[in-house]
């Protein structure tokens, strides 16, 4: 174009040529160095959609703005780039409604891309400026604005930002280059229809106590550690949780074992150490004033009470209800949990509702809750899903038949608090994103419905305050009323809403892995047992009924889920300690026992080391060679068996000896009901039997020492007489001041022998006489006599 642009006719010239040619090379030089730019800088924005600055909403007030207020938010810019930025400038922006729920699920997913939304920002004096913003530095801003300002349109949840722009050396010009949107919700006037809500405030803990007590009247209680101690301590979970929902109106859900744990510590207890040590706890003066609040923020509440250590009904219906007994483990549970609420807090608990682990159901799970009388589950929309196409969200109440009612709490609400939520300005999202969802809720129908928020059963310090902040801004607002869960569940229900429970193919796999396993359930069973048989030969059960009763249950609680080593170690100290108590009462082991003779006594001993009586057992002894050895005419004999605590009892028992030789027997204590009460003890006895020969000889002997005896007896008499004779009167008294019966050879072998009238215990002349001691509690000796 250049070289038309010459005269026409006219060739140019070389040189002009050549000028016109590189001024056109110089010209486009910039050109292809801007061209060669361009995709340089394309991979590093998309690379970067985030921004080289990150914006942080730490606060935002009020959450739910009316006519007439300031909106003011607060939070920090921080430059995450290696460059400076300046003629920075950060500013709000309003940007569209969002007017589904699921048009907030959206947003949510991305709160800080330059790619999204960002609307118009709103200028002027409501800008904060910074002149630089150093690499790695943060810096606070805050923005005030008049909330008629933001030229908000219709009711409903418009997507607020903050953004930050400037510019840096490497792109000297103004940018976006950092933002953050959160939400909004406007309802400038009351609305029409207010949706019903409930707010569930969950006061649950993990295993604290032990199955063990102390030997002592009080049965001082025994910790595994002292953590709940710090959880109601001020500034621990459970003392936040209690101080944040005093002033709510919600419904409290309170698992009886932490009321029962709590009110243990306002006296005397311990806490377990390494091996069988112990050490004192200290903390009674936190627990009962942790107590005296609690008390005092529940009257004139409504309280929920879950069976007594909060058993896991998921892993109960999937892996325990094949296991005998299982089920009694809940109704116990259950049958507890209004006493235990009763006597700690003197407020009467609704235990009609039963809550699975997220509300995740299944035919089985809403089975195994109603089992225990309980006639309402508390689900979740997650699980119990909407499948009939209704435009909105209908009441929690859904009847699922067998006159059983699924309260069904809103998901998107429920989860809105789940994470960590330890920055401010997380925990203001969820706070926003919760209230747009309530909003959003209302403003699909003009339909009044009934919607309940049952959040995570152990939520931390930082998400129950963003939950306390969200709730109490709900309550002021304009479009919600309270309601208690009782009201919500008997409310009436949607026609077109989902009654149909999932299939267990539905039923979350994350969640069923760390469910209770089989094997669990079947140790609790057998740990049941030996406690069924132990609790029945005491005269005071109280004294074990309750602490392991109530450890029965701990190892059912849905607080194992996640530990299961933990979960192992607690059902293992259970047993241990059970089989422990049990040693207690047992048979002294013996040794080998001879028997001399056609019948003896053969004594058997019953230790009883527990503090209190024993009582219905029975003591066996059985001859496992009846043919050499009967006892008690029978190959076995057994006696009733009554023990105090901390002594000894021997039984003897009869015996017959029909031929020589070792006999093996066998001593067994048995309940009355014919079970087996702790370890046998085996030994021998070796009989020894006198031959009739013997006995023969010995008689003869006996006889012989008789006769001599009287021939001794005849002569002194005869001597005295004839002394008396030649002595005359004088001997005759001398005579007299002897005795007139003196001792005689029969007197002396009758004492001896120990057959005479005088003797306590009618025996045969050839027993001798018993060498074991009748309150030994040391094994036998070898070779010991038996009693005759």
Known sequence: MAEAADFQGTSPSPARRWLRRTGALLAGVPLLAGLCQLPAAAPAQAADDNGTVSVAIDTLSPSVPTDGDTLTVSGTVTNNGKQAVTGAQVGMRVGPELSTRSMIDTASEDTDSLQGSTGSEIGGKYLQKFAKLTPGVSQPFSLSIPVDKLDLGADGVYQLAVALSGETAAQPWNQLLGIQRTFLPWQSDEADTRTKTTFLWPLVSTVHLTAETGSNEQQTPVFLNDDLAQEISPGGRLDQMLSLGTSLDVTWVIDPDLLASVDAMTRPYRIQGTGDTTTAGTHQAVAKSWLARLQTAVQDREVVALPFADPDL??????????????????????????????????????????????????????????????????????LKETGGLPYTPSAARPIGGGTTAVVADARLSTAFQGDLTKASTATLAVQRFLAQSLALDLQTNKQRSIVFAPQRTPTVSQATAMAEAITALQGSTWSQTQTLTAAAAAKPDPGATTKVPSASAYPSSLRKQELPRSAFTQIASTQGKFDKFQMILSDQSRVVTPFGRAMNREMSTSWRGRAAEASDFRDDVEDYLDDLISQVSLIDKSETKLSGRSATIPVTVQNYLVQDVHHLRLRLTSLSPNRLEIGGSSYY??????????????????????????????????????????????????????????????????????????????????????????????????????????GPEDRLTKESGTGAGADDPQQPSDPTPDTPAESADPSGTGERVDR
């Open 314 to 383: 998921a892993a109960l219906a999937h892996n325990g209800t094949r296991v005998t007994g299982s089920l009694s483990q809940l109704d116990e549970a259950t049958d507890v949990a209004a006493t235990t609420v009763k006597t700690v807090l003197h407020v009467t608990p609704s235990t009609d509702f039963a809550w699975p682990v997220d509300g995740a159901v299944d035919p089985s799970i809403v089975k195994v809750a109603t089992s225990a009388g309980a006639d309402k589950v508390i689900a979740r929309s997650d699980s």
């Open 638 to 743: 057994e006696q009733p068996v009554e023990v105090s605590g901390g002594h000894s009892q021997t039984i003897k028992f009869p015996t017959t000896a029909n031929a020589n030789g070792v006999a093996s027997v066998v001593a067994q204590l048995y309940t009355d009901d014919g079970q087996p009460y702790g370890r046998a003890v085996r030994f021998d006895v070796k009989v020894t039997e006198f031959t009739a020969t013997v006995m023969l000889v010995i008689g003869g002997g006996v006889l012989l020492l008789v006769l001599a005896g009287f021939r001794m007896y005849t002569q002194r008499k005869r001597a005295a007489a004839r002394e008396a004779e030649e002595n005359g009167p004088d001997g005759a008294d001398a005579t007299a001041a002897e005795p007139e019966n003196p001792e």
